[in-house]
């Protein structure tokens, strides 16, 4: 998966030199501060969490945390933003990169496993957020389900015979499966290598669309038909 790299936030890190302040660029500061507040969030939730917990795990003052976001809801928002974006890249570049369809099967299960596995359970803010009831929150959760829907949705209305409303349905039923999967194994305890439980559900969900032909081809009878 593209990898979304947050600078570890150490107490001090970057705060001081030889008992000196050192002024980081603003681009490396913010990516200090964001790194700090996932942390934060992580642990104890939106709702638990405090700005000043936040400045005293990145090793700054309020005022500094206060000079980059305005407030602890910007700074949620900010970091959704970070990851949201980072898993529909993926999801689309998998799409647009690979032209064999099982592969890109799988592909789209990668992105999901290496999201809920990586960067510090990120995924927690995106998929189990105690604020997804903020309207600005819920617009970002739509946001990365609706472009993971519509990355695949245009691949497979483009590689198959079927209608734009069959390939949303399809697209939202394996978005869905690979979402409850990947965080099904994490929570569990990774019983299966990463990859197995990838293979597996690559499986599954192949042998279920390549039933769709290519386009131009004859549509299948199915349990649709009936």
Avoid at 120 to 141: C, H, I, K, Q, W
Avoid at 153 to 171: H, K, M, N, Q, Y
Wanted: glycine content about 8%; charged content about 25%.
């Amino acid at each position: 998966m593209t990898e979304v790299t947050l600078m570890a936030a150490a107490p001090t890190a970057g705060a001081q030199t030889a008992g000196r302040p050192v002024r980081l660029p603003r681009s490396a500061r913010r990516k200090q501060l964001l790194a700090a507040a996932q942390e934060v969030f992580v642990a104890q939730g939106y709702h638990a969490a405090a700005m000043d917990d936040i400045a005293e795990r990145a090793g700054v003052s309020k005022p500094v945390l206060y000079q980059h976001f305005p407030g602890k809801l910007e700074l949620y928002l900010a970091l959704l933003d970070v990851h949201c974006d980072a898993l529909v890249r993926k999801l689309v570049d998998s799409m647009a990169e690979i032209t064999d369809n099982k592969i890109r099967v799988q592909a789209a299960m990668q992105a999901y496993f290496d999201f809920v596995d990586g960067n510090g359970e990120a995924y927690r803010l995106v998929f189990e957020s105690d604020l997804r009831n903020d309207p600005a929150v819920r617009e970002r959760v739509d946001r990365v389900e609706q472009g993971c829907i519509a990355a695949i949705t245009e691949t497979i209305t483009a590689d198959t015979g079927v209608t734009r409303e069959r390939a949303e349905l399809l697209a939202v039923g394996l978005t869905g499966a690979a979402e409850i999967a990947a965080r099904y194994w994490l929570t569990s305890g990774q019983q299966l290598p990463k990859q197995e439980a990838v293979g597996l559900m690559a499986t599954l969900a192949w042998r279920g669309i390549s039933n769709f032909p290519l386009q131009g081809g004859e549509h299948p009878a199915d349990f649709a038909d009936e």
